[in-house]
């Protein structure tokens, strides 16, 4: 099994102003995934952080605005870039491994 | 404290048969609650949802049980398919979902042919 830290937990941002979330992971995983989930609603998958190259981004999402980085099999990053107040929601951490799929505690956004 | 249980790590149904998968939970703010499928190296999809004060929702081969007093839901695939082989995840939150989903560790289904 594989424990995911996310930090922040939570932040009130500046419309305008980026903010980097990072998922660490307690042991080697193969894949990991970035999600967002506004309040009430189901996950949307952001994009998949692919070590040592770009993220592959779902329909909807670019590298501008969300840059990801995963530079080895335990960490990746999320930023979110020039913040609107529509970007305010819950951003997820996901990892995978041997078939098992481990969820961070999520970072909780708001921008005003 | 995990407040999300799915005490089966893996269950193995025949196909065509009934699956059932179990799901308990600790905190009683909990009001709404949610399966997920997820595939190996997929992300997760949303498969049905139930909101605290119903007992049962129905969406085609999929129904979801909820038993509030005993902190208990599960989630029944009639018939089982060789496609629903799968983890499947129980997640629940609470007053409106400000605060995020809170995950079960899954329960990997099997269906054998």
């Known amino acids: 099994s594989a424990v995911i830290s996310q930090k922040p937990s939570r932040d009130i941002c500046q419309r305008g102003t980026s903010l980097t979330i990072q998922c660490q992971v307690d042991s080697q995983v193969t894949m990991m995934f970035w999600y967002r989930q506004q309040p009430g609603q189901s996950l949307t998958l952001i994009a998949t952080?692919?070590?040592?190259?770009?993220?592959?981004?779902e329909s909807g999402f670019v590298i501008d605005k969300f840059p990801i980085s995963r530079p080895n099999l335990t960490f990746s990053t999320l930023t979110v870039s020039n913040m609107s107040p529509e970007d305010s929601s819950i951003y997820l951490c996901s990892a995978e491994t041997n078939r098992e799929a481990f969820f961070g505690q999520g970072t909780r956004l708001t921008v005003v | 404290d995990q407040q999300v249980k799915q005490n089966s790590p893996s269950l193995s149904v025949q196909e065509g048969r009934i699956s059932i998968l179990n799901c308990d939970y600790t905190?009683?703010?909990?009001?709404?609650f949610l399966w997920y499928k997820k595939y190996p190296a997929e992300g997760p999809t949303f498969l049905i949802s139930?909101?605290?004060?119903?007992d049962k929702n129905e969406d085609g081969r999929f129904t979801v049980f909820l038993n509030k007093s005993a902190k208990h839901l599960s989630l029944h695939i009639v018939p089982s398919q060789p496609g629903d082989s799968a983890v499947y995840f129980c997640a629940a939150y609470s007053g409106g979902g400000a605060d995020g989903l809170t995950f079960g560790k899954g329960t990997h289904l099997i269906i054998q042919p």
């Open positions: 139930i909101s605290s004060i119903k």
């Open positions: 952080a692919n070590q040592g190259s770009e993220a592959t981004y």
């Open positions: 905190n009683s703010m909990f009001d709404y």
